[in-house]
């Protein structure tokens, strides 16, 4: 799964196709022909209110997919950042537990194991504390 660059129609049809749900369900559910299910697993992108309907049928968050993209790209900043900063008193970050879904832990640790990125350019690029990765890395090795 790329969380950077999102095709959310790909991923619709890979999960439709996991689950055995044959077409025909989703036009009756969508009220709608073929023709125009084929060019929702084409879209890059989707309305919410269709997006949510998808997420009903397969019962699914897709929506969850954009939040993990969040969360690994642009970390929430702080109510009082622009106080901290103005003060000179910025503190490191604060992590939160339960921020990393699974989805995410195995994202991280396939770009470990594969090479594509290092433990140091995933710990500064993600801001994922060097504890939690080494803790995944132990704990998720087979």
Known sequence: ??????????????????CNIEISRACDFFKCSEREIEAMY?????DTDILLKW???????????????LVLYSPPKSQNFNQRRNSGSLKPAEFRKSVYTKEIIDFILHLVASGEK??????????IPKTTLYKWIKKHQR
């Open 118 to 127: 290092s433990k140091t350019q995933i710990i500064e690029e993600y801001k």
């Open 1 to 18: 799964m790329n969380f950077k660059d999102i095709h959310i129609g790909n991923l619709i049809r890979q999960h439709i196709a996991k």
């Open 42 to 46: 084409k879209s890059k992108t989707l």
């Open 55 to 69: 997420s009903k049928l397969l019962k699914y968050d897709f929506f969850r997919i954009y939040s993990q993209h």
